[in-house]
């Protein structure tokens, strides 16, 4: 089959691999329909390539067609249509009953000591091949799954298996009081829907982000934003003025680990980029790869006694954080991988022909699997309008 592979920094391919089949009663064969490009994936792309091996299969967005079961893959049959969580877990140990599913204990990656394993995502998530692919095999598919209705097209449901999820468990964790106030820093595929649920919930939603084409699209639907190239240097005020000098109940941090606007860090990560892999992966690991600028923002911009909750990626370990700030201001921060079917729940009801949060028209690209290249590229550098690509294997 043909499937997207990671080969370096800034190196992908698409290029012929092995079929994936069934090697555990429990795995299923998924025929990819729509699988999406994510913020997450351009982490690979480039900060956490140390963690990446030569032909890694990537993706972790999919949704398709049963092709194959095993003998022991419960109600889930041949031909069901389902999108498929980004993280692999058993929903029978003792956090998937808590529905903490990133952190089952069935898939955790104990040798590195992470949670549950991802699709596509690394050494870190247990190297399980991803689904920008033709098949896509899913282990634990007992539970690895959301069932889904035939009829309307994959836009519908293209964002089940990640943002749409992660957004909406972002925007719960940020503990908006009612009529409250929540700023989204970051508008990509996840900040945008963070905005939308924010304002679907009632809240007061000000998004921040520096491109044009990003602050558009959230402000086209009725979002108030602040363009971050006009405040750099004052956008905790700034915020501040636009929240009664108080500063806003709530900071989204929808960025994670590339913020634009740390230096010093960026020189660490491209420090570690020219190292062999060996090396660079314990360094990145515990000397940090992540540049906090966001996070920085977000603990300046929140209220006293208001709560942080992120949805960026963070990946390093000594950066420094501001703890009498956050100690003084008595802020509460939320933060992990989105546990995706803790919220489907949540979210099927506004998957409807009226569209609420607008799914039908959120991609901005849809394109055959072999244009992968190109698309990671223009979507790395926030070209042409890239914000939400959709791959047609
Ligand atoms: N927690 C989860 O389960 C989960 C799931 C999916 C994605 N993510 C993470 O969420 C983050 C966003 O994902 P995405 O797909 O929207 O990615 P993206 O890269 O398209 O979006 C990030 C946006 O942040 C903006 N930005 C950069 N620096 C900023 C700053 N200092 N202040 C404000 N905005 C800034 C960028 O211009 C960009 O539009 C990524 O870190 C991704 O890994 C987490
Ligand atoms: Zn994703
Ligand atoms: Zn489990």
């Not at 490009?37 to 972790?60: K, N, Q, R, T, W």
């Not at 247990?126 to 095999?137: N, S, T």
């Not at 600028?293 to 960026?312: E, F, K, P, Q």
Request: charged share 20%; proline share 6%.
């Amino acid at each position: 089959m043909k499937a997207v592979t990671w080969h370096g920094k800034r190196d992908v391919r698409v290029e012929e691999v092995p079929d994936p089949v069934v090697q555990q009663p429990t795995d299923a064969i998924v025929r990819v329909t729509t699988t999406n490009i994510c913020g997450s994936d351009l982490h690979l792309y480039e900060p956490l390539a140390a963690f990446m091996g030569v032909g890694d299969v990537l993706g972790h967005e999919s949704m398709g067609i049963v092709e194959e079961v095993g003998a022991d893959c419960g109600e889930l049959r041949v031909g069901d249509r389902v999108s498929i969580p980004f993280q692999i877990s058993c929903g029978h140990c003792w956090m998937c009953e808590r529905q903490l599913y990133t952190q089952c204990e069935t898939t955790q990656v104990r040798d590195q000591g992470t949670g549950a394993a991802l699709f596509g995502f690394s050494k870190l998530y247990g190297e399980v091949p991803g689904g920008q692919a033709e098949y896509l095999r899913v282990p634990q598919a007992q539970f690895t799954h959301i069932k889904l209705p035939d009829g309307p097209g994959d836009d519908r449901f293209a964002y089940l298996s990640d943002i749409l999820p992660t957004a909406w468990q972002g925007v719960t964790y940020a503990a908006v009081p009612d009529g409250g106030t929540l700023v989204v820093l970051g508008l990509g595929p996840v900040g945008d829907f963070a905005c939308r649920i924010g304002q679907h919930k009632g809240y007061r939603v000000i998004g921040v982000d520096l491109v044009p084409d990003r602050l558009e699209r959230v402000r086209a639907r009725g979002i108030e934003v602040v363009d971050l190239r006009e405040h750099e240097s004052d956008l905790g005020d700034t915020l501040r003025g636009m929240t009664d000098g108080r500063g806003p109940d709530s900071v989204l941090d929808a960025v994670g680990l590339e913020a634009h606007g740390s230096p010093v860090t960026t020189f660490i990560q491209k420090a570690a980029g020219l190292l062999p892999a060996a090396i660079a992966a314990p360094l990145q690991q515990t000397a940090g790869v992540d540049r906090l600028n966001a996070l920085y923002s977000a603990i300046d911009i929140v209220r006293r006694g208001g709560t942080v909750s992120l949805s960026g990626v963070y990946g390093g370990a000594a950066d420094p954080m501001p703890m009498l700030t956050l100690f003084d201001k008595q802020i509460q921060l939320r933060m992990g991988q989105c546990n995706v079917k803790r919220w489907v729940g949540d979210i099927m009801p506004l998957l409807t022909d009226d569209d609420p949060l607008g799914v039908d028209t959120f991609a901005t690209h849809r394109i055959p699997l072999a244009d992968a290249p190109d698309a990671y590229r223009a979507f790395a550098e926030k070209r042409d309008g890239h914000i939400k690509v959709q791959l047609k294997p």
